[in-house]
């Protein structure tokens, strides 16, 4: 079992609306970032949480610690929002990052 | 310019040829990474340095060769390059005891 685990693999929408990635981890973190990558592109970080919650435009990233479970939501989706996101977690000395597999997110026009 | 940068951006090379991926950092971090990212593997950490002459293996470490005599280059060399080492890598830095990091924008490597 990968210790993070991210949930759907792939995921359409239509333009406009509103999309929840998952993601759960089975370790102890430091911290958890939600990166995003669009094709051939590189890697952006989009969020870096250890608790609650952030916004940033029509992103939002909620975590909760207990339940060792992270949410990236994107409000009033738009087909520029296409790309793989992914999840990444420090964990122990925090000396490194664990990846969740990634979604690909298509939004049609 | 300030950030992370690798090069070169493609490079095709042959069975059996050395190659060697760069990677440079403007910030002084002290941390900084070399994945690989594979479809159906996701990015797989392949080498690590805490600080310039320091270095560690990570998950996928064989058939690759690290040196940091730099704290702001960390170069990935493939002494013998294979075909399973087409991939796309991709270089990150984090400051010592940070949690936030930094990506390059990656080395797509064709070995033919």
């Known amino acids: 079992k990968n210790e993070v685990e991210q949930s759907p693999q792939n995921l359409t929408a239509q333009e406009g609306e509103f999309i929840t990635i998952n993601c759960s981890y089975s370790v102890g973190i430091s911290a958890l970032h939600w990166l995003q990558q669009h094709p051939g592109g590189g890697i952006v970080s989009l969020f870096m949480?250890?608790?609650g919650k952030k916004k940033h435009g029509r992103l939002i990233a909620t975590i909760n610690i207990q339940e060792k479970h992270s949410s990236l939501h994107i409000t009033a989706s738009h087909p520029r929002d296409s790309a793989v996101y992914i999840c990444a977690v420090f964990s122990g000395s925090a000396r490194q990052l664990t990846f969740g597999s990634g979604t690909q997110l298509t939004v049609l026009p | 310019d300030a950030g992370i940068t690798q090069s070169p951006r493609y490079k095709i090379t042959e069975t059996g040829r050395q190659v060697t991926l760069m990677c440079h950092q403007t910030w002084s971090h002290s941390y900084m990474f070399w994945y690989r990212q594979d479809l159906g593997h996701g990015l797989r950490l392949i080498y690590y340095s805490a600080a310039a002459d320091i270095t560690d293996k990570g998950e996928v470490p064989d058939g690759y060769v690290v040196s940091r005599s730099k704290t702001e280059n960390f170069p990935l060399t493939l002494e013998s390059a294979t075909r399973s080492q087409t991939s796309v890598y991709f270089c990150?830095?984090?400051?010592?005891?940070?949690?936030?990091?930094?990506f390059g924008q990656g080395t797509r490597l064709t070995v033919v």
């Open positions: 949480l250890s608790s």
């Open positions: 990150a830095s984090k400051v010592g005891g940070g949690t936030e990091a930094f």
